[in-house]
Each structure stands twice: as structure tokens, then as C-alpha cells.
């Protein structure tokens, strides 16, 4: 089964406004960890944002917050204000327990319109 | 600090031959890792070594060799290498801490034809 599923391939926004990318999770471990990373078309991997499973506030980095809805197995990546420098893809993915792995998705495709 | 380095960038091999996909990380990190990713397919775990002198398979292993050479190296070898492992590799290191956030290097583009 997936662990990880985005179910958005590819998204447009206008420029200055926000965008939800959703990410649901799968999983039976009662610790895990959530993360978020941006891949521009030059091809690296970014760290944007981590959420533990225990964490009671949403996690924010800038203009990047993860809503965080554990009942729901949900971690959704929000940026706010978008910027062109924006369009990329993003991948939700995770780990569990102790273990040092990474689960990913699929990944979504963000193009911000100006 | 470089961080994570990879080379070669871009490679083509003909079907059967071999290579060697170098990683070195310079930030002390104990874990590292190989992903491919495809099209459609996010990113998917090769090999990992949780520490030195220790590798372990993850969910594509078939097809790849690992070496952790030291602390700093984790190769991946091809030992004959097919079409269906034309893919972009990444490689990652991590360590224990609040998060254990990957730091991934930029990348081998690998066709094999």
C-alpha cells in the first residue's frame, strides 16, 4: 500500500496568492515524521518544512506551514504569497519510527502564473 | 561545505556495461542513502547505510550494488546495467536528531540505451 499519497499532479496559482498541496500518510507508528521538499527544475531536492507526529503546533517556516490534521492522516503543505521562484514540484514524504528511511509521493507540480 | 556531491552529473551506458555512481558528504553524517526517481514516481529508496561498515536493501535494491567506503562515501555500482534503470539518482545523507532531515546532492542523470 502507498504510504504516502498526493493526489494533485499539477496545480496553477496566480501570483500572490496561496496554495494548499495535500498530502495523506499511512501509517501505524505513533511516531513519524512529515516533510515537505521542493524540486526546481534545476533538479536538487530542498528541505522546506518537518512536522513530528507528536508536535501539537503546525509547523512554519517562513511562508511555508504544514496543517497538520492527525485524525485524518493529513500534512498539507500551505505557501502563502507565491512567487514565481515558487513553480516546482513538491514531495510530501515520511518517516517512521526510529527507522532513517524516507517514504515519498508522487510529487505535485506548483506553476505560479503571474 | 559542500554538502552532498555526486558525480558523474550525466552518464549514458549501452546495455550490459557497468559503473560505479560516487557520493561523499562532508558534514559528519553517520546515515546515507541511494534514490532513483522517475517520472510519476516521486523518489524511490535503492540502498542505505544507517552507519559505517553497514548497508542494508530498501525498496528497488534488485539490479544494484552499494559499498560504504568510509564515513564520508557510499557508492552504487551497476553491475550490468539495463533501459529500465535509465533514471535520475540521488544520493542523501542524514543524522540522529530532531528531525532526521535528508540533505541530497544534485543528481546523476543516468541513460542506458
Known amino acids: 500500500a502507498q504510504k504516502i499519497t498526493q493526489t494533485q499532479p499539477g496545480m496553477f496559482v496566480q501570483e500572490k496568492e496561496a496554495v494548499t498541496l495535500d498530502c495523506t500518510y499511512d501509517t501505524s507508528d505513533q511516531s513519524y515524521g512529515l516533510f515537505w521538499y521542493k524540486q526546481p527544475s534545476s533538479g536538487e531536492m530542498i528541505f522546506l518544512i518537518y512536522?513530528?507526529?507528536?508536535?501539537?503546533q503546525n509547523a512554519t517556516e517562513g511562508r511555508y506551514s504544514l496543517n497538520f490534521q492527525k485524525a485524518r492522516k493529513s500534512a498539507n503543505l500551505v505557501i502563502s504569497a507565491s512567487q514565481l521562484g515558487d513553480s516546482a514540484m513538491y514531495f510530501c514524504a515520511m518517516r517512521e519510527g526510529g527507522d532513517y528511511k524516507l517514504s515519498f509521493g508522487a510529487g505535485t507540480t506548483v506553476t505560479v502564473r503571474a | 561545505n559542500a554538502g552532498v556531491t555526486q558525480t558523474p552529473k550525466f552518464q549514458v551506458l549501452k546495455t550490459g556495461q557497468s559503473m560505479t555512481l560516487q557520493c561523499a558528504q562532508d558534514m559528519n553524517h553517520n546515515s546515507m542513502y541511494w534514490y532513483r526517481q522517475d517520472p510519476g514516481m516521486g523518489l524511490r529508496l535503492i540502498y542505505y547505510?544507517?552507519?559505517?561498515?553497514?548497508?542494508d536493501k530498501g525498496e528497488v535494491p534488485n539490479g544494484y550494488n552499494v559499498s560504504r567506503l568510509n564515513k564520508r562515501e557510499f557508492s552504487l555500482r551497476l553491475e550490468s546495467a539495463a533501459p529500465s534503470q535509465t533514471s535520475v539518482y540521488f544520493c542523501a545523507s542524514s543524522e540522529r536528531g530532531l528531525t532526521y532531515e535528508q540533505y541530497f546532492g544534485p543528481g546523476t542523470r543516468l541513460t542506458v540505451t
Open positions: 547505510s544507517a552507519s559505517e561498515g553497514t548497508t
Open positions: 512536522q513530528g507526529s507528536y508536535d501539537e
